[in-house]
């Protein structure tokens, strides 16, 4: 990997800090499972990695009547064991436990398989059945935007890595 610098935030503030220091040359991760590739075969480069998993809350779920919300550091296991969200969300259940092997949903995050954009992104493709917005953070502030909307061409999100991370994936309720 070419990566100079290993950083591991504890609040998203930092984290948009270490984005603009490093100003496109700085690489978001979670589970890191389709980045750290990337890095290995060199089809991505990058002066830092930024681990997200240090972030408080990034690894929760909350629920309410209108909607489920599920932090960027939530697995794809997290979701499949959480019987709340599999009474209420079944589809995004299923689609997680479609994606790759228990080694891999253990690691690999809901939110990392949609920035990731490939397209045999089970998940992604629940999320955006159900209408799923993603909650964008940046230095400039928060937005959402419906997950459809993330992709700009086929494999290809218009997040990227090195863009504002997404914070949140909201689902409202069908």
Same mark, same amino acid.
């Given at each position: 990997?070419?990566?100079?610098?290993?950083?591991?935030?504890?609040?998203?503030?930092?984290?948009?800090?270490?984005?603009?220091?490093?100003?496109?040359?700085?690489?978001?991760?979670?589970?890191?499972?389709?980045?750290?590739?990337?890095?290995?075969?060199?089809?991505?480069?990058?002066?830092?990695?930024?681990?997200?998993?240090?972030?408080?809350?990034?690894?929760?779920?909350?629920?309410?009547?209108?909607?489920?919300?599920?932090?960027?550091?939530?697995?794809?296991?997290?979701?499949?064991?959480?019987?709340?969200?599999?009474?209420?969300?079944?589809?995004?259940?299923?689609?997680?436990?479609?994606?790759?092997?228990?080694?891999? &949903?253990?690691?690999?995050?809901?939110?990392?398989?949609?920035?990731?954009?490939?397209?045999?992104?089970?998940?992604?493709?629940?999320?955006?059945?159900?209408?799923?917005?993603?909650?964008?953070?940046?230095?400039?502030?928060?937005?959402?935007? &419906?997950?459809?909307?993330?992709?700009?061409?086929?494999?290809?999100?218009?997040?990227?890595?090195?863009?504002?991370?997404?914070?949140?994936?909201?689902?409202?309720?069908?």
């Amino acid at each position: 990997m070419s990566a100079k610098f290993y950083l591991t935030p504890a609040s998203v503030e930092e984290c948009l800090g270490y984005l603009t220091e490093f100003d496109g040359k700085g690489l978001l991760m979670a589970g890191g499972t389709d980045l750290v590739f990337k890095l290995q075969t060199g089809k991505e480069q990058a002066e830092a990695l930024i681990d997200t998993q240090g972030i408080e809350g990034f690894d929760q779920m909350e629920f309410s009547d209108r909607e489920v919300v599920i932090a960027a550091g939530v697995t794809h296991g997290q979701v499949v064991a959480d019987k709340r969200l599999v009474e209420k969300m079944p589809a995004i259940a299923q689609a997680c436990l479609s994606v790759g092997s228990p080694q891999i &949903r253990h690691v690999g995050t809901l939110a990392g398989n949609v920035v990731s954009a490939q397209p045999a992104a089970d998940s992604a493709i629940a999320l955006v059945a159900l209408g799923a917005e993603a909650e964008i953070v940046s230095a400039a502030g928060s937005k959402k935007l &419906r997950v459809e909307d993330l992709y700009s061409g086929l494999g290809k999100s218009c997040l990227l890595y090195t863009s504002p991370s997404p914070r949140d994936i909201h689902h409202n309720r069908v």
